[in-house]
């Protein structure tokens, strides 16, 4: 099959529709990695360009919050709406610089970030009244800690507002394990950490009448890296969905996008059995981090004798540190760690060099 060719940039609408068929077709997904700052968007973006493929470049609240900075209050997540707006634009900027597509989207809202996701729908809607683009290509809801009706009920809602400024909704069903940005679901029964076939026809009736969307399903999977516990990661879970709403409607055979959140730590067989059924999308924090702070701390280390004071190392208690103080120098090790760890990803996924950028 011909290599799809995407242009760079933010990519939305039917663009994205595109590009999720696609990977359909292709049988591959697209890393998408939790950024925090410009440096761990540079990184993806330069994986990216080294991959041949496109992106997905998320924030979390949290990640929104400190890309606009820290030191802002957050009174009415006001910090983490102006920081995922300020994040979007620099993505903006910077993406055809690399000459790579990315889909820019937000990760987890549980119903207390609600007016976080419509604080930047907000802006998006003003962005698609300027330009004919929304900020941002998609946005995740979850709220799986919600009875499925009251999930799938006001996941319509704000997808009917998406739709019309060209954006994509990702929905949650069932829960995902371990702990992310504060949320801790480690302890969790057990059966909630496998969504049922029926839960995900029950959306897929709901929803697609209404416009395009993604599903995170749980099938064993975790946040963050853990020892093997009693989980057991099973993708056969997306197959039987599949199956079910095709079997029901008549469609092909993998109806639904699904999104594999908790990547981090995965086999590749098993990312590949999940990219089989169906994902298009699969979600990378853990590992990107660790990629990112290992050469830093193995730099520290190294550099320990030169980082004591600004002036004075091993050479001579006259000789000045500055070359090796500047934070270019470390900061550019973690960029290049996150960027290999994301070109792998990529390669797990299927998707390395399967379009033409
Ligand atoms: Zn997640």
Redesign the pocket.
Known sequence: MNKMKLEPGVVTGAALEALFTYCHEAACALPAVNVVGSHSVNAVLAAAREASAPAIIQLSNGGAHFFGGKFLANDEHQAEIAGGIAGAHYVHAIAKSYGVPVVLHT??AARKLLPWVEGLLDESERHHERTGKPLYSSHML?LSEETLEENVEISKKILGRMCAVDMTLEI?LGV?GGE?DGVDNSAIDNALLYTQPQDVLYAYDQLSPVGSFTV?AAFGNT?GVYKPGNVVLTPAILKNSQDAIAAKHGTGEKPVRFVF??GSGSSTDEIREAVSYGVVKM?V?TDTQWAFTQPIKQYMDAQDPYLHAQIGNPEGDDNPNKKHIDPRKWLHLGEQGMAARVVQAFRDLGSFGKFAL
Do not use: L, Q, R, S
Request: glycine share 8%; hydrophobic share 10%.
């Open positions: 990760d987890h979850d949650e995902t992310e995170a946040h959140h908790g979600n924090d």
